[in-house]
């Protein structure tokens, strides 16, 4: 009878195994164990002593798998109840009925003619075709990269069976659907997605299977939905930000970056701050353990730009201990990874510059543009750096495109990079291909140019300019107000006029739409009206009527600081402080430093006069010293920018002799060059 009771439990024993094994080819769960939670299977519990289990959904009858209290051998021959040393035992209850347990004398028994069985088994396994078990997967998986909108995703969930790792897949393919359509087409697919009847059933799902998934999984889960935009309140949310909290332990390098990239878009809650408490500690621990710069440049990344500055450098000093090993991309990655961080590390920068400098060649377009992201984000401005990116994609420029071009050179403009040559050269390529030029192709032109004050080779300024301004006013009924205006700006910056653009810019409705308090940049939308007004009425005067419209107000000037370097140069060089005006405003828009009235027939400085006018037949040439910081100026150059130029070129036309100090360089001067340099400034013919 006990032989006929463990026979029967090797019988079941075998089929349980059987099943759990078929489930786990099927849909990739790694462990038993796994099946076993999924299907109600649980491991033995015990409270005060007494092993208890719960029920399960396989129909195998009539027996319970259980574990006892060990107790003494009496007799070889007797079954007797044991329990095993690692306690791991799955248990049924059935009505009431247990059968008898399993002793280590059976067990050997059990495991002698267990062997045979086995064997069958993988004989049995191994004759199903590995293609029939994989194939509704690589259906599954082939169908989903078909899909091309979050409903598409949802209706083929509700076609198939899912396990947890294809529920992440579609998660991740819903947002992948709609991350490069338009703003007005994501808003509209995500209507479409929340009111779809499945929507609910796979975010229920996602909640059944969240303790199943891998912890790439996990993370990519939760990642997919924050960007599709589910509610970061939500029960599925915060259900997965509980898990990860608990497994961020196992989480491996990559799981660990798209975590971080989650978290940085996330709302500040419990369970998110918790998190990004948790992931800058894992980092910090982990550092001495890092062997690879992939891997450190990874946890640099995770930290983001919100961590201590004494973990960035922690991160720092283990980069520059392993910069021995960097590799190329390595050193294209570091950019972009301290540019994450919001940390400049100039070691770091230099070390990176000199490697992609002597192959600069071999780097393709995209991680050059990524490189010049990283300098303006960090403003970290290599001359040598930036020469040589400029002098490849100049000497290279025929294999560019004029897109490609036009990014180089807002990128830049943006560093306050002024690269001559190749400038010029666009000039000419953007010439030969002004058809192509979309509005904001055009304006981006405008703005580089207009903002780093470069002209074009003589004879090529005139048509270039009237070449922009032609492609510019095509698109004048599809600007926008804001637009039109910068448009504008840029073209009276360089000191052209299109008459159909300023038209349409002085109409009512369009001022009073730039100009209105509601406008988030009134204020500087005034301040480029303004200076289109007194360019109008300086050098354009046949447009004289619109430089008095009153709906262009005037901003306030704010205040100038007086340079004490510069205050005692000129009072060291003229003695008597009535010979000069300090902190002068012209036309309520360009502040003179200094003014200085100077008889060129006598080579003195004479008193200004009160009226401040002076006789055009006279021979006193009136001085105006212009203090400018190095912003005002191009990258390493005394070139001046934008604004700076436009009231140059304005003082010039109102009779005015320009001395130009560069706040940078008049400081590395001594004071005895400094009084030479004003000297030899001011009294030149």
């Known amino acids: 009878m006990t032989i006929h009771s463990v026979g029967n439990l090797l019988v079941r024993t075998l089929r349980l195994c059987s099943f759990l094994s078929r489930r786990c080819a099927l849909t990739g769960v790694r462990s038993h164990a796994v099946i076993i939670q999924a299907y109600r299977f649980v491991p033995l519990k015990r409270q005060i002593g007494i092993p208890y289990c719960l029920?399960?959904?396989?129909?195998?009858?009539?027996?319970?798998?259980?574990?006892?209290?060990?107790?003494?051998?009496?007799?070889?021959?007797?079954?007797?109840?044991?329990?095993?040393?690692?306690?791991?035992i799955y248990s049924r209850e059935i009505s009431g009925v247990s059968a008898p347990s399993i002793s280590n004398l059976s067990k050997r028994i059990i495991s002698e003619n267990l062997e045979p069985l086995e064997e069958e088994f993988i004989t049995e396994q191994k004759s199903l075709s590995s293609a029939t078990r994989i194939k509704p997967l690589e259906q599954f998986f082939g169908r989903l990269q078909t899909c091309t909108s979050p409903s598409d995703v949802l209706d083929l969930y509700k076609e198939s069976t899912m396990t947890w790792k294809q529920v992440s897949s579609c998660l991740m393919t819903m947002w992948k659907t709609t991350k490069r359509m338009s703003e007005d087409q994501k808003r509209y697919e995500r209507k479409l997605m929340f009111e779809h009847p499945v929507f609910e059933k796979i975010c229920q799902h996602t909640i059944r299977e969240a303790q199943l998934m891998s912890c790439i999984d996990l993370s990519y889960s939760l990642f997919a939905l924050v960007k599709i935009g589910v509610s970061q309140n939500s029960r599925l949310i915060h259900t997965l930000l509980r898990l990860t909290q608990e497994r961020l332990n196992k989480f491996d390098e990559r799981a660990l970056s798209v975590l971080s990239s989650c978290l940085k878009n996330m709302e500040d809650s419990r369970n998110v701050n918790a998190l990004r408490v948790g992931l800058r500690l894992l980092v910090e621990l982990r550092i001495p353990a890092i062997r690879r710069v992939m891997a450190l440049q990874t946890m640099m990344r995770c930290i983001g730009q919100g961590a201590p500055l004494p973990l960035k450098k922690k991160l720092e000093n283990k980069a520059l201990s392993l910069l021995n090993e960097f590799t190329l991309p390595n050193c294209q990655y570091m950019f972009v990874t301290l540019a994450v961080?919001?940390?400049?590390?100039?070691?770091?920068?230099?070390?990176c510059s000199n490697r992609i400098i002597e192959n600069i060649h071999s780097i393709p377009f995209w991680r050059l543009v990524h490189i010049l992201q990283s300098c303006k984000d960090l403003w970290y401005r290599n001359p040598a750096l930036l020469s040589a990116i400029g002098n490849h994609v100049l000497s290279s420029l025929a294999i560019w495109q004029v897109k490609q071009l036009i990014l180089f050179l807002v990128l830049f403009s943006e560093l306050n990079f002024r690269h001559i040559e190749l400038m010029n050269a666009f000039a000419h390529t953007m010439l030969a291909n002004s058809e192509s030029l979309t509005l904001k192709d055009v304006l981006s032109v405008l703005r580089v140019y207009s903002l780093l004050n470069h002209r074009p080779d003589e004879g090529l300024i005139e048509q270039f300019l009237q070449t922009l301004s032609d492609v510019f006013e095509l698109y004048l009924s599809k600007c926008s107000s804001l637009e039109l205006l910068r448009g504008v700006y840029s073209l009276c910056l360089m000191g052209h006029y299109p008459q159909a653009a300023l038209n349409?810019?002085?109409?009512?409705?369009?001022?009073?739409?730039?100009?209105?308090?509601?406008?988030?940049?009134?204020?500087?939308?005034?301040?480029?009206?303004q200076g289109i007004n007194l360019c109008l009425e300086l050098e354009n005067p046949s447009f004289l009527r619109h430089s008095d419209n009153r709906n262009a107000a005037s901003p306030s000037l704010s205040s100038h600081p007086v340079n004490?370097?510069?205050?005692?140069?000129?009072?060291?060089?003229?003695?008597?402080?009535?010979?000069?005006?300090?902190?002068?405003?012209?036309?309520?828009?360009?502040?003179?430093?200094?003014?200085?009235a100077f008889d060129q027939k006598s080579k003195n400085v004479v008193p200004i006069p009160q009226d401040d006018?002076?006789?055009?037949?006279?021979?006193?040439?009136r001085v105006a010293v212009l203090h400018a910081p190095v912003s005002a100026f191009c990258f390493g150059t005394v070139h001046p920018k934008d604004r700076l130029a436009m009231r140059i070129r304005h003082l010039k036309l109102l009779g005015y002799h320009v001395v130009l100090v560069s706040e940078h360089e008049f400081g590395k001067l001594s004071e005895d060059e400094r009084v030479g340099f004003l000297k030899s400034a001011i009294f030149t013919e």
């Open 55 to 88: 029920g399960n959904c396989l129909d195998l009858k009539s027996n319970r798998f259980h574990s006892s209290e060990k107790t003494e051998y009496q007799n070889p021959t007797a079954v007797l109840d044991t329990e095993p040393q690692d306690g791991n």
């Open 341 to 351: 961080m919001d940390y400049r590390s100039l070691p770091l920068l230099e070390a």
């Open 504 to 529: 349409q810019l002085f109409q009512d409705d369009i001022l009073h739409e730039l100009c209105s308090s509601g406008n988030a940049y009134h204020e500087a939308n005034e301040r480029m009206l």
């Open 564 to 596: 004490a370097e510069l205050q005692k140069t000129v009072d060291t060089i003229l003695g008597d402080s009535s010979l000069y005006q300090q902190g002068v405003v012209l036309k309520n828009v360009h502040f003179i430093d200094y003014t200085i």
């Open 613 to 621: 006018e002076i006789a055009s037949e006279s021979n006193v040439q």
